[in-house]
């Protein structure tokens, strides 16, 4: 019987070398699997991670032309203060540019309204693209409440090269019994 616990025995310590040699492999798979990965995801490009120096530069905007914006604000019958925070931008076609106008509601009542735009000459119209407007949905201003509103555009590389200044004038009319009685 003794012979049979020393062979269990032996049975055992050869199962646990077999095991420490296979965990020992899963250890090593397990560590060298990130380099690995990183290296088939190179080669394959399946992940490309961009660094910001070697970040591609925005090809489409014009950087041989500016273009000239002028602001304008109107109020048809609103009783807002309206005007832009600068009277014009000077931006590079397919350039993202930024303006803000602000508006301060002068009555004792909330009020709303909607913002029509305009521009000049009309064909310009076609190459401002607006990716965010107040334009695009009705504002309501609390009494006396006062902010700003962003317009976020990019004007079009195929803008014709004989329009250097575009006028964008924004009006605003009040939407009656919106936010309130018109008074």
Not at 23 to 37: E, S
Not at 100 to 109: M, P
Request: aromatic share 10%; hydrophobic share 40%.
């Amino acid at each position: 019987m003794s012979t049979r616990v020393e062979s269990r025995d032996a049975a055992n310590k050869r199962l646990m070398k077999k095991l420490l040699v296979v965990a020992c492999l899963m250890f090593g798979f397990g560590f060298l699997l990130v380099p690995f990965y990183e290296q088939i995801c190179e080669v394959t490009g399946i992940r490309s991670i961009i660094k910001r120096d070697d970040a591609p530069l925005n090809t489409q905007v014009d950087y041989s032309r500016k273009v000239t914006i002028e602001l304008d604000s109107n109020t048809h019958d609103l009783p807002w203060d309206f005007k832009p925070k600068q009277r014009y931008v000077e931006v590079h076609p397919g350039e993202l540019a930024t303006i803000i106008y602000e508006v301060r509601n002068t009555q004792d009542r909330p009020v709303t309204g909607q913002a029509v735009p305009s521009f000049g000459p009309q064909l310009a119209g076609l190459h401002f693209k607006k990716m965010e407007c107040f334009c695009f949905k009705q504002q309501t201003l609390g009494p006396g409440e006062v902010g700003g509103m962003p317009v976020v555009f990019v004007l079009d590389p195929a803008l014709p090269k004989d329009v250097n200044t575009i006028t964008l004038s924004y009006t605003f009319f009040e939407v009656a019994g919106a936010a309130g009685t018109k008074g």
